[in-house]
């Protein structure tokens, strides 16, 4: 049994003040809220950010503020549980939707956080990440790794929109986050096309080892291919899920955030474990109820939702006829590396 332990005010004012004078601090008033009984007690709030209301409000920021006013036009996703001013959806996890409207130019910079752009609609767009030109359709996921260049252009007709995932709260918190402007980048011929044909990377002898982000583009066509494909060979009660990796080492295509697709047959229900790292729903297409606790919450097309860690979540695709798809980011790798990671069903 956990004892109650004494309290700040149990202590005389003079000597609190004389601790504080001293830059001192008694641990035993916080010890139960730094270490919590069984679990943890996340900041992070379930909370869903529907694209239908979010749309014109991101429209509007395209009316209201020229590019040039804003460098990158996004609303950020604030998780309600840290605090709109902090601009996290979890502790590590940061979300923006991002509109660059044709013609516009969002120009040249690199930094220490890592980013993902999730493409959620219009087309025309391209990022060139590091000299490599990445075109953008919805549900392609483009890599943008720590202190790589990276600038946004659009040559296309329509608005086009992404979500941005970035590791920015973490690294932020670290103090180690910052930008450095630069130049409009020149477009290097691609280097990547070896690692489009499964099972092949180029020899190490050759070319390994020269390229910590090999792949910066995830095209959407081939990732839904990919589910299609176990959705064919699996068992109707298996999960259908990929995970972006390196192709060169396998592991996750970042160091500090995870990045999935899932897809949920028509009229599929799937129990996800209980596990530490907090987790991104986003919906690429269909339709699909995310249970995360105790609130259930229906997704349309490019709805976005966020779980805390340690909380069962159950995913539903009610339609029984089409398929669901889900984006999926997560804080695996870092809990993981830190050794916390944990799984308890
Ligand atoms: C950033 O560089 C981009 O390059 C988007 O598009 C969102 C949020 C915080 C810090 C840097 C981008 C960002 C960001």
Redesign the pocket.
Known sequence: MSQELGRLEDLPTDYRAALARQNLVPLWPSLRALLPADQPQPRTRTTHWSYETLRPLLMRAGALTPIEKA??R?L?LANPGHGADS?QASAAI?L?M?LLLPGEW?PA?R?T?N?V?MIVEGAGAY?TVDGQRCEMHRGDLVL?PTGLW???GHDGIEPVI?L?V?D?PLVHYMEA?Y?VDGERQAVKPPRDSAYRRPGLVPTPAFERGTNACPMLRYAWSDTRAALEALAAERPADEALQVTYVNPETGAHAQNILGYHALMLRPGERLALPVRSPAAVYHLIEGAASVRIGATEHALAEADTCVAPGYTPVTLANPSPSRPAFFFIADETPLHEKLGVYEQRS
């Open positions: 460098e990158r996004v950020v601009m940061y923006g991002q969002a910079h930094h956080p980013a752009r990022t943008t990276h600038e946004h992404w941005d970035l920015l986050s930008h």
